[in-house]
């Protein structure tokens, strides 16, 4: 199996061949499901679904992109991700978790179409460097036993805070968001697709990691943050104007869900975390996508630009619908799925959390709805040149992973 995870690295510079390994390399993993490796073990399914979701966001970014430097930062930023997923020990996950900073950087610095990009490649290293350093600290305090990636043992909630600071940095939760929109706004589509679907994963699928030792540590301060950052991201993504950063920040809000579930500790909480980790990701990836085409198309990100897509392109209109409709969490989306069993989980533990989230859920539906509307209608007319089958195909695609799961559930 290891062979294929080699030969794909050979054909790094044939996106087609290297993505044709690394499929096949993933349904190997599908057989073998716990396998002894020298630094690699694959201890559960979610982390292959994960792994199979960052293949898909990479075939649709092999057939979109031009610019071949682009797609090869892409391969290898995807690669970084899938091995963040199966590591043994503690240390290889925090050096690959570190190492998936080195692709984005380099895409947002040397591809940005903007002079702002500086600004935002300090913010995210700035971020990086506070929140992860840290990680070290309790990683040397433990006397380096964090061998293996599943660790159930009783840490001191400081400890454990320290420990959890460098995944909430990439989850990210509200207050350590403000490198997001940034990186998003001046990252050239490509990035901004990996960005949203794949490096936010990084620090969900770090945090299911440790959540072994949740279990011994007032979670409370979690709670709060999440319900806090629902709603204030929610709120900021009404007042933008950037389509762009109304995706990172509604990014935002589903993260800040996505935490809320997990601190439940409970089986379905973990469940739901995960599959809403999974329609964040095709959903997102989907949105960031649409964007970057009508950016590419007209030259402008603004909302009150976005106009006529109906007359346009009717596939073009349709995929932006029902994206935006899945990304407010409309069944049957697996976002709503997902979010329904949060809800619930919520409301059974306390039953106040029920009014936090209506608020959530009417702003959240509201600027989606938004967005709809004003891109839908209109006069105007831009011509999406590249709407041909090869392409509408693996979108299609893409939609019916947002549908899948919640249809068969």
Same mark, same amino acid.
């Given at each position: 199996?290891?062979?294929?995870?080699?030969?794909?690295?050979?054909? %790094?510079?044939?996106?087609?061949?290297?993505?044709?390994?690394?499929?096949?390399?993933?349904?190997?993993?599908?057989?073998?499901?716990?396998?002894?490796?020298?630094?690699?073990?694959?201890?559960?399914?979610?982390?292959?679904?994960?792994?199979?979701?960052?293949?898909?966001? $990479?075939?649709?970014?092999?057939?979109?992109?031009?610019?071949?430097?682009?797609?090869?930062?892409?391969?290898?930023?995807?690669?970084?991700?899938?091995?963040?997923?199966?590591?043994?020990?503690?240390?290889?996950?925090?050096?690959?978790?570190?190492?998936?900073?080195?692709?984005?950087?380099?895409?947002?610095?040397?591809?940005?179409?903007?002079?702002?990009?500086?600004?935002?490649?300090?913010?995210?290293?700035?971020?990086?460097?506070?929140?992860?350093?840290?990680?070290?600290?309790?990683?040397?305090?433990?006397?380096?036993?964090?061998?293996?990636?599943?660790?159930?043992?009783?840490?001191?909630?400081?400890?454990?805070?320290?420990?959890?600071?460098?995944?909430?940095?990439?989850?990210?939760?509200?207050?350590?968001?403000?490198?997001?929109?940034?990186?998003?706004?001046?990252?050239?589509?490509?990035?901004?697709?990996?960005?949203?679907? @794949? $490096?936010?994963?990084?620090?969900?699928? /770090?945090?299911? =990691? %440790?959540?072994?030792?949740?279990?011994?540590?007032?979670?409370?301060?979690?709670?709060?943050?999440?319900?806090?950052?629902?709603?204030?991201?929610?709120?900021?993504?009404?007042?933008?104007?950037?389509?762009?950063?109304?995706?990172?920040?509604?990014?935002?809000?589903?993260?800040?869900?996505?935490?809320?579930?997990?601190?439940?500790?409970?089986?379905?909480?973990?469940?739901?975390?995960?599959?809403?980790?999974?329609?964040? /990701?095709?959903?997102?990836?989907?949105?960031?996508?649409?964007?970057?085409?009508?950016?590419?198309?007209?030259?402008? =990100?603004?909302?009150?630009?976005?106009?006529?897509?109906?007359?346009?392109?009717?596939?073009?209109?349709?995929?932006?619908?029902?994206?935006? @409709? +899945?990304?407010?969490?409309?069944?049957?989306?697996?976002?709503?799925?997902?979010?329904?069993?949060?809800?619930?989980?919520?409301?059974?533990?306390?039953?106040?959390?029920?009014?936090?989230?209506?608020?959530?859920?009417?702003?959240?539906?509201?600027?989606?709805?938004?967005?709809?509307?004003?891109?839908?209608?209109?006069?105007?007319?831009?011509?999406? +040149?590249?709407?041909?089958?090869?392409?509408?195909?693996?979108?299609?695609?893409?939609?019916?992973?947002?549908?899948?799961? +919640?249809?068969?559930?």
């Amino acid at each position: 199996m290891f062979e294929f995870l080699f030969m794909s690295l050979v054909w %790094i510079f044939k996106p087609t061949y290297f993505l044709f390994f690394l499929t096949f390399f993933s349904f190997l993993i599908f057989n073998n499901f716990s396998w002894s490796g020298l630094f690699l073990v694959l201890d559960s399914w979610s982390f292959i679904l994960l792994i199979i979701m960052s293949l898909f966001i $990479l075939g649709i970014i092999v057939l979109s992109e031009k610019n071949n430097s682009l797609i090869i930062l892409s391969e290898l930023l995807v690669l970084i991700c899938i091995i963040f997923f199966i590591p043994s020990n503690m240390m290889m996950l925090y050096m690959f978790f570190e190492l998936s900073m080195f692709p984005i950087l380099v895409m947002i610095l040397g591809y940005g179409s903007q002079i702002e990009k500086i600004n935002s490649s300090y913010y995210l290293l700035f971020y990086a460097m506070f929140s992860s350093l840290p990680f070290l600290f309790v990683y040397f305090k433990s006397n380096f036993m964090l061998t293996f990636a599943y660790f159930n043992f009783i840490i001191s909630w400081e400890m454990f805070f320290i420990l959890s600071l460098s995944f909430m940095m990439k989850f990210p939760i509200y207050f350590l968001h403000l490198w997001l929109p940034k990186a998003h706004v001046e990252a050239p589509t490509t990035a901004s697709m990996l960005l949203a679907g @794949l $490096l936010l994963k990084l620090g969900t699928a /770090g945090f299911l =990691r %440790i959540l072994g030792s949740l279990n011994f540590v007032h979670n409370n301060v979690w709670l709060i943050i999440s319900f806090l950052g629902m709603i204030l991201a929610a709120f900021c993504c009404v007042f933008q104007s950037d389509a762009k950063s109304l995706a990172a920040y509604s990014s935002v809000t589903h993260m800040s869900f996505l935490l809320l579930s997990l601190v439940f500790i409970t089986m379905s909480g973990k469940t739901s975390s995960l599959m809403l980790m999974l329609a964040h /990701g095709y959903t997102s990836t989907l949105m960031f996508y649409l964007i970057g085409e009508f950016y590419h198309t007209s030259g402008s =990100r603004m909302i009150y630009f976005m106009n006529s897509f109906f007359s346009s392109s009717m596939i073009m209109g349709i995929l932006f619908a029902v994206t935006f @409709l +899945s990304n407010s969490g409309v069944p049957p989306s697996l976002s709503f799925l997902s979010e329904f069993m949060t809800i619930v989980n919520a409301i059974t533990i306390f039953k106040f959390s029920f009014f936090i989230v209506f608020i959530y859920f009417v702003v959240a539906f509201y600027y989606s709805l938004f967005i709809i509307t004003s891109s839908l209608m209109g006069k105007g007319y831009y011509n999406f +040149s590249i709407w041909n089958v090869g392409f509408s195909c693996p979108l299609v695609l893409m939609m019916y992973n947002i549908f899948w799961l +919640s249809v068969f559930y």
